[in-house]
């Protein structure tokens, strides 16, 4: 065996462990449906780089990893949605049309380069109604998941998915969705990060012709303090006052180890008549050992 021979198998496994660490340093990106449409959130500091971008009318694309290299599949994504609806149809460009075309690319790199891209994105649709909508997330070997509802993207996305789920559901309204997105961003008992570096999205069914739209400023402010009112309690927390000890039919808490109030240890009431009537017998006595359980039966 020559000096420095490495498997087919070594190597694509070397291949995609570098792509996974390169990809785990980035912060995730949530993607999920909400009332009339498709939500994009990201903690993402820097104004100039943007993890989530338009792609066409009701395209939209988020992305971790190595800005550069998505950067670059952002700029591919446009080109091939441009030529495609000059030359046929604008409705003929598809999620699902340039998720295969990234799944070649990335493939195809994956296999031949020296070096995977270090990426993972998401290329999303929003139809007409939400059962139309499209999510579909690439991992760096040109894989393609199908999503439904929800995805989550990043170095933390097992966990990320996990907590996101706790607070999904179906047909949520927008600032209710963003909050659900930050309890799922945010480590439990860290700090959610500010409106100014939160980078938040919409492909919004209701707008026309172009769908997608950046929240910012004064309005993602406003979805941020409206979904803090409206988040439902945190899990553990009890939701109402703990009902008391019931008071005994004297007026005076029972006491542990002694019979019920109105009854006496003997099977009679406090009146001295027996429990089960006036010309019921009294139990016979319990055997030596076993105890006397004063039922009267």
Request: net charge negative; no cysteine; hydrophobic share 35%.
């Amino acid at each position: 065996m020559p000096f420095g021979y490495a498997s087919p198998e070594q190597i694509m496994r070397d291949k995609a462990d570098y792509a996974r660490k390169g990809i785990a340093r980035g912060r995730s990106v949530v993607v999920l449906q909400y009332e009339h449409g498709i939500l994009f959130v990201a903690p993402n500091p820097s104004r100039a780089l943007h993890k989530i971008s338009e792609i066409y009318d009701r395209i939209g694309f988020a992305a971790v990893g190595r800005y550069n290299e998505f950067e670059a599949l952002r700029l591919a994504g446009i080109r091939y949605a441009d030529i495609n609806g000059y030359t046929y149809d604008r409705g003929d460009v598809t999620a699902r049309g340039l998720a295969n075309v990234y799944a070649q690319n990335l493939g195809q790199i994956f296999t031949e380069s020296v070096k995977s891209f270090e990426v993972e994105i998401v290329v999303a649709e929003v139809g007409e109604t939400p059962e139309s909508d499209q999510i579909y997330r690439l991992t760096f070997d040109g894989s393609v998941f199908d999503e439904h509802g929800t995805s989550a993207m990043g170095g933390q996305a097992e966990a990320v998915s996990g907590r996101l789920k706790e607070r999904y559901r179906e047909g949520m309204p927008l600032a209710e969705a963003l909050s659900a997105a930050l309890f799922a961003l945010t480590e439990p008992g860290g700090d959610q990060p500010p409106a100014t570096q939160l980078e938040v999205a919409v492909l919004d069914r209701n707008r026309p012709h172009r769908k997608f739209q950046r929240l910012t400023g004064a309005r993602l402010t406003a979805l941020l303090a409206e979904g803090e009112a409206a988040a439902p309690a945190a899990e553990g927390e009890q939701e109402g006052p703990a009902e008391p000890d019931k008071p005994a039919e004297s007026g005076k808490p029972a006491e542990s180890g002694k019979p019920a109030a109105g009854k006496t240890g003997n099977g009679k009431t406090a009146n001295g008549r027996s429990a089960k009537g006036k010309d019921d017998k009294a139990p016979p006595t319990a055997p030596e050992g076993e105890i006397d359980t004063g039922s009267g039966d």
